[in-house]
């Protein structure tokens, strides 16, 4: 089965020593849910011209780790976040960092698809509106039209903008929710299982449409489906019980693997 | 006193069946077969055969037994003597009842002093035959029951049955009061209109019930135009108090929801709820006597003559207070329910707290909220007290807050206190106002739960 996972051009000319500045590096992060460790110090740098993968087995802390990201842990009471996150050199859980422009530069896309109960403009004009990105009403309608564009769902929906957002497919309403992450024009978009309630066809059209993505922003992506982490990206991150055991380049995890126990995970020994 | 004697009878022949039944069902599973249903169900099903059938002859009998006393009353010798004139008539039968039971010693009216004996005599053999006939009831259905008990009987099944026949009844109970109270509301109303004309009462706009005891009497004419007093109840239950219930109640909702701290919530939740067990009327003083007067000099303070101690205002804003609590925990139910992904996605966008709600969380919830406020208002227009005792009797049409408006329940209440003559158009008018209230009362709910429901279809 590794054998198939083919690496991809891009990885085999990239340098293995990393000279430039990352987009993001997380220092010995560690996540506490009440007395409870969740996240046992995690250092990664994420970059922007590539898609960084996290893998591991349920419950090791995958989500925990994309939340500190973009500070959607600040929204659970009994969450407590150390070490330090920068984006662009800026420490993310200073004070100087505004957590609503620090989420309008870090964008979000869910496991499961959230679109508001809104039209399909409305959804993706939801954001801009907010942090003011237009000028009038078409500014507002270019932005709306370009994001759409790029998450691919345009032909699909331009004739019923005005239809609610949760009329469409499941697929089709995760490619909604990432067009609405994109309408604010974010650097890094973190997604968090972004296929696991999708068919084989929509996964196909997600998984493109990260291709696409990729260069633009930086993308972080939390997958249980090896197969999907081995073609989307270029970095990937193997989590185990709340540490980060191993991290490098995708083919270089996949094929040859330093830690013992990334090699259990994806020959498929545990899960 | 015998047909209570024949209701201790019943229960405890129904008590001994059922212990008997059991006896002989764990007799039968003495011999080590199995039996379809326990020993206690089968007590239990007998005891409920035993005494229902009874219970419920009971319940049927004593009406017709007070009209059987009645009429071999009526037949007697002295019964027939009785004035023909219908109302003198029944106050001497009722007096005779109270002479004969013991109630009173003797009679107003002479003649019920001699009919005593005879109702007493006609009282005692049919309560007689009345209980004899409940007890043989129980007696046979006890053995018919008792015949039963076998080792595959299905008690347990039969104890269903009963159980869901008695859970129907007592339901159909309350559907059939409903009935009933809308059926006399009507009766009453239909007698109102033909004296007074619908359109008059519909869209009149001059209230003013007095109608002249003698034909000659003059100013008082009886005006029956409702429109005054609907509006009263309009402006001070879903205006004025809406002003004030609304954005307090939702605020304390998003508050309680959105930004309290789960101590904080524990705390402040069950004192909110505190508002709505308060009893009406001590909303009413608390109207009448604290804030209609500091209402009344606020509107003098600041140059409104009108203003009357009785204002449309004090009144509104105590109903407004006291209807918090609804609108809030409907307001709470609703806000709680908006998916946390919803909220989870708004904020990853960078939205802020209150653009979450404002923009996101109120507009998803908006159909519950709106359910919540109509179930408010529906029963601030119903609500009685508060208005009797701080809103005026004036049937002003203005839409000064500070002059004194009247409202639909305070003018029934006018209506019908003090001694009254049932057929008179004033005091049937208090039936066309109870009905009109309660057709619009019912037109408010059955849109309420509709919103209601429809909304909760939408996250289920
Ligand atoms: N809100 C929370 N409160 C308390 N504990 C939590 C909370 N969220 C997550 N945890 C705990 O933190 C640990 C890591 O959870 P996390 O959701 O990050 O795992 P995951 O790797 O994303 O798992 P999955 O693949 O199943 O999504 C788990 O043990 C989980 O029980
Ligand atoms: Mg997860």
Redesign the pocket.
């Known amino acids: 089965m590794i054998d198939t996972l083919i690496p991809t051009p891009t990885d085999t000319a990239e340098p293995a020593v990393e000279e430039r500045t990352p987009k993001m590096s997380a220092r010995d992060v560690k996540?506490f849910?009440?007395a409870?460790e969740?996240?046992k110090g995690v250092s990664i740098d994420i970059h922007d011209d590539r898609v960084t993968a996290f893998i591991?087995?349920?419950?090791?802390?995958?989500?925990?780790?994309?939340?500190c990201l973009n500070r959607m842990n600040d929204t659970?009471p009994?969450?407590r976040v150390t070490g330090t996150i920068e984006l662009d050199g800026e420490d993310i859980n200073s004070a100087a960092m505004d957590v609503v422009q620090l989420r309008a530069r870090v964008g979000m896309v869910f496991?499961k698809p959230n679109p508001f109960p809104k039209s399909i403009f409305e959804n993706v004009a939801y954001g801009p509106r907010i942090h003011g990105l237009a000028e009038n009403k078409s500014e507002l309608e270019a932005i709306v039209e370009k994001s759409l564009k790029r998450a691919g769902l345009w032909d699909e929906v331009k004739d019923r903008l005005n239809e609610s957002g949760t009329a469409l497919s499941g697929g089709q309403q995760q490619r909604l929710c990432i067009a609405r992450a994109i309408a604010v024009d974010p650097e890094v978009i973190l997604m968090?299982?972004p296929c696991s309630a999708l068919d084989p066809i929509a996964t196909a059209k997600i998984e493109e449409l990260i291709h696409e993505l990729r260069g633009r922003y930086a993308i972080a992506i939390?997958t249980?489906n090896m197969q999907q982490a081995a073609r989307v990206s270029q970095r990937t991150a193997f989590?185990h019980l709340?540490e980060m055991v191993e991290y490098g380049k995708t083919s270089d995890i996949f094929t040859n693997p330093r830690e013992q126990r990334t090699q259990d995970y994806i020959t498929g020994r545990y899960g | 006193m015998t047909l209570q004697l024949a209701l201790v009878a019943i229960l405890v022949i129904a008590a001994t069946a059922g212990l008997f039944a059991r006896k002989r069902a764990t007799g039968l599973r003495g011999g080590g077969i199995r039996l379809n249903s326990l020993p206690n169900y089968h007590a239990l099903f007998v005891g409920l055969w035993t005494a229902l059938p009874a219970l419920l002859f009971l319940a049927i009998w004593a009406p017709v037994q007070s009209g059987l006393v009645e009429q071999a009353v009526l037949a007697s010798p002295a019964g027939q003597q009785l004035p023909d004139f219908q109302m003198v008539r029944d106050t001497i039968l009722s007096e005779a009842r109270d002479i004969a039971t013991g109630r009173i010693a003797a009679g107003f009216n002479p003649e019920s002093n001699a009919i005593a004996p005879v109702y007493s005599a006609a009282y005692g053999k049919y309560s007689m035959v009345g209980s004899a006939l409940a007890v043989l009831i129980a007696l046979g259905s006890a053995l018919l029951a008792m015949r039963l008990v076998k080792v595959d009987f299905r008690a347990r099944s039969g104890v269903e049955r009963l159980m869901m026949g008695l859970l129907v009844g007592a339901s159909l109970i309350a559907i059939l009061t409903t009935l009933g109270i809308v059926l006399s509301l009507l009766f009453e109303s239909l007698r109102f209109f033909k004296q007074v004309s619908p359109t008059e009462f519909l869209f009149g706009t001059s209230w003013s019930p007095q109608t002249a005891i003698r034909a000659d009497q003059a100013g008082s004419s009886g005006a029956f135009g409702s429109v005054p007093l609907f509006w009263g109840t309009a402006f001070i239950g879903a205006i004025i108090a809406m002003i004030v219930a609304i954005p307090l109640g939702l605020m304390s909702a998003i508050f309680l929801t959105q930004y309290a701290p789960a101590r904080a919530r524990a705390w402040l939740k069950p004192i909110l709820e505190i508002l709505a067990g308060v009893p009406t009327v001590v909303y009413g003083y608390f109207a009448a006597l604290t804030v209609a007067p500091l209402v009344r000099d606020f509107g003098l303070a600041i140059g409104i003559e009108s203003a009357s101690s009785e204002s449309a205002l004090a009144a509104g804003l105590v109903m407004g207070i006291m209807i918090i609590p609804f609108v809030s925990s409907m307001a709470d139910d609703s806000i709680a329910a908006v998916p946390q992904a919803m909220r989870d996605g708004s904020l990853a966008l960078g939205a802020t707290k209150s653009e979450t709600i404002k923009k996101v969380v109120l507009p998803a919830a908006l159909p519950g909220v709106v359910g919540g406020v109509l179930l408010a208002v529906s029963r601030a227009i119903g609500e009685t007290m508060i208005v009797v005792m701080a809103a005026g009797l004036a049937a002003n049409m203005t839409a000064n807050p500070f002059a004194s408006v009247t409202t639909v329940t305070t003018q029934i209440v006018q209506l019908l206190t003090g001694d009254q003559e049932f057929d008179s158009a004033k005091t049937l008018a208090a039936f066309a106002l109870g009905l009109a209230l309660f057709v619009i009362t019912l037109i408010l709910n059955l849109i309420a739960l509709r919103v209601v429901r429809k909304y909760r279809e939408a996250y289920e």
């Open positions: 996540v849910y009440g409870k969740a996240l591991g087995p349920s419950g090791c802390g995958k989500s925990t780790f994309l939340r659970i009994s969450a496991q968090d299982e939390v249980h989590f709340g």
